[in-house]
């Protein structure tokens, strides 16, 4: 994730002590050589392949992270949508590091897992931006705004990310955490919702069935 910072970068900053809120990565160096010959390590430093789909699933949710990046740095949002952004960006990478860090009985340190209150707070941010918008009466084309256009378009990476994440649970499951893809769930959602807020003042774009036929 990015520039991109892979397993290995997130496992040898997270090697050298327990993982705990605002702890910062330190990356000396940007290219290491060691993935070109089509491998790269995961956060407890073991090599797999770069098709493994616990990658791409990482490598989702860090074009999702691209994504709202730029729907904050373009979009023109407001304030209050943009703070739930940064929050979310930070969260992605959490995200990031738990699909990339299998999971062991008794790690030596405590490695970085998505815990039910990531979700609790999509939910809560939901419920309340929700409330600013009016009750849906069709389908809605994305568009409308810059803003909102931008976040639907992450909405869409994010589902991608998503059924990533499951396809690799079908496969890894017993060494990943099922939270990961139940948080991007919720935030395909929380995603939809603000692309409506922001589309508050112009209105919803509408899917027309048949279109002018």
Request: hydrophobic letters at 40%; aromatic letters at 8%.
């Amino acid at each position: 994730m990015g520039p991109y910072v892979s397993g290995a970068d997130l496992a040898r900053s997270f090697a050298r002590g327990p993982v705990y809120p605002g702890r910062m990565v330190n990356l000396t160096r940007i290219y290491t050589r060691t993935g070109d010959q089509g491998t790269t390590a995961l956060g407890d430093m073991s090599r797999t392949a770069k098709t493994d789909l616990r990658i791409s699933a990482y490598a989702d949710a860090n074009e999702a992270n691209a994504a709202i990046g730029t729907a904050i740095a373009l979009g023109g949002l407001s304030a209050e949508l943009a703070k739930v952004l940064v929050r979310v960006q930070n969260d992605l990478f959490d995200v990031g590091a738990d699909l990339c860090t299998p999971v062991v009985e008794n790690p030596e340190y405590p490695p970085l897992r998505v815990e039910q209150f990531y979700v609790d707070k999509l939910e809560a941010d939901c419920d309340h931006f929700l409330e600013q918008v009016e009750k849906l009466r069709s389908f809605i084309l994305p568009g409308g705004t810059p803003g909102a256009a931008l976040l639907h378009q992450a909405c869409t990476v994010v589902r991608r990310a998503e059924r990533s994440t499951w396809a690799a649970l079908e496969v890894h499951g017993e060494v990943m955490n099922p939270l990961t893809a139940t948080y991007l769930n919720r935030l395909s959602d929380l995603l939809f919702i603000l692309a409506r807020v922001a589309n508050k003042e112009v209105g919803d774009v509408l899917w027309v069935p048949g279109g002018e036929r």
